[in-house]
């Protein structure tokens, strides 16, 4: 409900939410009897239950018919001029992303974030994207859209963020936070083990950069993406020790944000 009153409240109206559902579950039988009917809304279904962000995803791309794309998860939500900031830039430059504003879910209160030293346009290249320990979720036009990765589900959106930046060659990046992330601890990012299964996945999408198919990156930005995710593995790594001493340690807190 929250991220498509947000979707409704943009200060641009021309645009079409695909809602995919992967739970079997009927979104517009929960949104409609509480008032939210609008013809911009679109519902699919994979088909499937619990197939991944990753399969979901994919299954929205094939229903999209607009200029540009970009993704919003059941639990966040838009700032109202997110899009009429970032969709001129996409239209110069290819895409364009912004700043998260994490929130605890169950207080409602945004976490600490470092104080921003500019609100201007930062040309992040492939390097600077991989130092940032935050998701972005950029908007972009649809001639750079690419499928996710399939059977690649722990830290999806950074492997679809690479790709991106090797297509484009740097991202705009505005310095403003104009989309809430929302944090549970029951997310699968927070569940337990959840540290080891972002290392396997580190280290098998590090294998696939080294020896593989380098997700069909030029060799130079396979390099660069090496070299970051051996950083997050390390990051991981040590996150998950300090979560052993501190179980309800967000990676949020632990990283101090970007």
Not at 124 to 131: E, I, K, P, T, V
Not at 143 to 152: F, N
Request: charge should be negative.
């Amino acid at each position: 409900m929250r991220a498509v009153l947000s979707l409704r409240a943009q200060t641009i109206a021309d645009w079409q939410a695909v809602i995919v559902s992967d739970d079997g579950f009927d979104y517009r039988a929960l949104l409609e009897p509480s008032g939210v009917v609008d013809a911009r809304l679109l519902f699919v279904s994979t088909g499937q239950t619990g197939s991944g962000c990753h399969h979901a995803r994919n299954v929205g791309l094939g229903a999209i018919t607009g200029e540009a794309v970009s993704w919003l998860d059941a639990d966040d939500e838009w700032l109202p001029q997110r899009l009429e900031t970032l969709l001129p830039l996409a239209r110069r430059y290819g895409a364009a992303a912004d700043l998260l504003l994490c929130v605890d879910e169950q207080t409602g209160q945004a976490l600490p974030h470092p104080a921003l030293a500019d609100t201007g346009l930062q040309q992040l290249d492939l390097a600077g994207f991989m130092q940032l320990d935050q998701p972005l979720v950029p908007l972009l036009l649809r001639a750079h859209v690419q499928e996710r990765i399939t059977g690649a589900e722990m830290a999806e959106d950074v492997l679809a963020n690479i790709r991106l930046i090797d297509r484009i060659g740097t991202l705009p990046l505005v310095r403003q936070r104009l989309y809430r992330y929302y944090i549970r601890t029951s997310s699968l990012a927070h569940a337990q083990q959840a540290e080891d299964r972002f290392d396997l996945a580190y280290a098998d999408y590090m294998a696939r950069l080294e020896h593989g198919d380098g997700f069909g990156l030029a060799p130079a930005s396979r390099s660069i993406a090496f070299e970051g995710f051996a950083r997050k593995r390390a990051l991981n790594q040590a996150y998950a020790k300090a979560r052993r001493a501190n179980p309800a340690l967000t990676f949020q807190d632990f990283v101090g944000g970007v």
